[in-house]
């Protein structure tokens, strides 16, 4: 599924599932949870903090489907094309780090 499917069928889900949108206040504070729960999984899972017990092995995918979930949420509202949103930010870090990676001793 394409950027502007995942969009389209999100708003569908809002519509015919979630009544409406919440407002763009609720839906970034949502966001914020939602990366703080993927954050909580990635530093138990892949730095030094472990789970307390076997339950809260949560779904990594999951959660990152849910942080992408709200966030399509928020550019169906504010009428934000993520495809062409997504292909400008990549032109611009092309142009902008052109070299920059390339050059970097820390990353060598």
Excluded: P
Aim: charged content about 35%; overall charge negative.
């Amino acid at each position: 599924m394409t950027i502007k499917e995942s969009q389209e069928i999100v708003d569908n889900w809002i519509k015919n599932n979630g009544v409406r949108y919440f407002n763009e206040l609720t839906n970034t504070v949502i966001l914020m949870e939602e990366v703080g729960e993927l954050a909580r999984i990635i530093s138990r899972k892949y730095g030094e903090q472990s789970f307390k017990n076997k339950e809260e092995e949560a779904n990594l995918a999951d959660e990152m489907a849910d942080v992408l979930f709200v966030l399509i949420c928020l550019a169906n509202q504010t009428n934000t094309d993520l495809t062409e949103a997504l292909r400008k930010n990549l032109e611009k870090k092309t142009q902008r780090d052109a070299n920059r990676h390339k050059n970097n001793d820390k990353l060598k």
